[in-house]
């Protein structure tokens, strides 16, 4: 089950960056949006959208879609964009497997990030982890083939569950086998979350599978 959040006081965003999910159509044409067939990549859970942002602005090539349905986090994703100039990005105000399922079309996108999603830490409360066999399922469907699912968490017990449970999906292989996981990924931008805890001293999990050609 999915935990939404409480009713929060939606501050208008005006920018072009910004789409509700609740006003997209089915579907809607992501080539005709962006204005080119550039690859497709999705964070889920973009939180401030320092992640997001980053990788755009790296990644003129590629187009980007920052959801997240915290608005205040939705704002703060489409200022830094703008702040930087950054064009091939929305920013998406929805929860996430009703956007996957509503909006995206099957073996459309090329990467799906999960940074530090909510871990949930304690034990009746797991359940409510966004990141499962079924959640990663789904996003087998949505993948290309060939296409990426990187997944952190500084949270160990998140972490492993997570690499435990990839390795045995057929539908993906691992990319940084024979490890099931990582501590450090070489160029990987840091999240604001990633930097929290890094600085408190834990270690982030970074695990990295590719969805398999036939899968
Ligand atoms: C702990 S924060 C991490 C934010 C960011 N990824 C980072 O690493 O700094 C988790 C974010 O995921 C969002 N989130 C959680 N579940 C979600 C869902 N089902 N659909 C969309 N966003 C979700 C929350 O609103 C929050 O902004």
């Known amino acids: 089950m999915v935990q939404l959040p409480a009713m929060e006081h939606l501050i208008t965003i005006d920018s072009p960056l910004f789409m509700a999910g609740a006003d997209l159509d089915e579907r809607p044409a992501w080539d005709m ?40 986090g939705c ?6 964009a703008e702040r930087l100039g950054v064009q091939n990005i929305r920013v998406i105000r929805d929860e996430a497997r009703s956007f996957i399922n509503r909006c995206l079309a099957k073996s459309s996108l090329q990467t799906v990030f999960i940074n530090c999603p909510d871990p949930w830490p304690k034990r009746r409360q797991r359940k409510r982890r ?42 993906y292989e691992n990319v940084l086998a024979p490890d099931l996981w990582r501590h450090d990924l070489a160029e990987y931008p840091r999240t604001k979350y990633m930097l929290k805890f890094m600085s408190e001293g834990s270690d982030i999990y970074f695990v990295h599978y590719r969805r398999t050609a036939d899968g």
């Open 130 to 171: 966004l990141v499962n066999a079924a959640f990663v399922g789904l996003l087998a469907d949505y993948l290309l083939p060939g296409g990426d699912l990187y997944f952190t968490t500084d949270f160990a017990d998140y972490g492993l569950e997570v690499a435990r449970m990839m390795a045995g999906q057929e539908r």
């Open 75 to 80: 704002l703060k994703t489409c200022r830094r």
């Open 33 to 72: 949006i962006f204005g080119n067939h550039n690859p497709l990549v999705l964070e889920i859970g973009c939180g401030i959208g320092d992640f997001a942002v980053a990788l755009a602005g790296r990644n003129p090539g590629w187009n980007y879609l920052a959801l997240d349905f915290y608005n205040k």
